[in-house]
Every structure is written in structure tokens, then in C-alpha cells.
Nanobody
Framework: QVQLVESGGGLVQPGGSLRLSCAAS????????MAWYRQAPGKERELVAI???????NYAESVRGRFTISRDNAKNTVYLQMNSLKPEDTAVYYC?????????????WGQGTQVTVST
């Protein structure tokens, strides 16, 4: 089992910045991918950014150019740097770890951290 502990959420003004952190209980190198999802009230959970162990990064079109996913393997930590935040970014953000085993993908989730963008 993999435990993921998130931190860094909070209230920020539009145009501001915030950095989320996700500390894993295992070496993230042993996992196939780390990702960030978010879920706003009344909406489905959506993928925000993903970082594979091969070094590939993908972003949702809505955050491309504003958000950056990064990882520190020595600290077993994944980050999401969020710049130029908009009210539409308000959501609960979830850290996600993925492990590919045979034809199955196992998902592990953080507890979620609230990000609110408002004046």
C-alpha cells in the first residue's frame, strides 16, 4: 500500500501562485507515474498534470503554461507549482500515484487539499 500526504493548499487571490506538495511513503521511482487531479463542486474529477518515471509530462489544456508538475526522487515528493491562478482553478486537489502491473493500473490517492482562488 502507498500512502500519499498532501500539503500546500489554501486561499489565494486571482493571479497569485501556490505550490502543492505530495509526500509518498515509498520511493516514487518505484511507481510508474505521479499525477495531480482536481475536483470542483458538482463536477467530475479531472486530470490536471501527470509525470511519468520516463520523464514525460502532460497537462490539461486549461492549465498548460500556468502549472508545472515536478518531482524530487530523493525526497519522494511530487510538486504542483500553480501560477496565474484563476477562480476556475478552485477545487480540491488530489495527489495520485499509478503503478502498472501486467494489464492492471493501480491507483493510490492523497487525502485532498483545498485550493480556493478568490478576492
Amino acid at each position: 500500500q502507498v500512502q500519499l500526504v498532501e500539503s500546500g493548499g489554501g486561499l489565494v487571490q486571482p493571479g497569485g501562485s501556490l505550490r502543492l506538495s505530495c509526500a509518498a511513503s515509498t520511493t516514487i521511482f518505484s511507481l510508474n507515474a505521479m499525477a495531480w487531479y482536481r475536483q470542483a463542486p458538482g463536477k467530475e474529477r479531472e486530470l490536471v498534470a501527470i509525470f511519468t518515471n520516463g520523464g514525460s509530462r502532460n497537462y490539461a489544456e486549461s492549465v498548460r503554461g500556468r502549472f508545472t508538475i515536478s518531482r524530487d526522487n530523493a525526497k519522494n515528493t511530487v510538486y504542483l507549482q500553480m501560477n496565474s491562478l484563476k477562480p476556475e482553478d478552485t477545487a480540491v486537489y488530489y495527489c495520485n500515484a499509478q503503478y502498472y502491473f501486467l494489464y492492471e493500473t493501480r491507483h493510490y490517492w492523497g487525502q485532498g487539499t483545498q485550493v480556493t482562488v478568490s478576492t
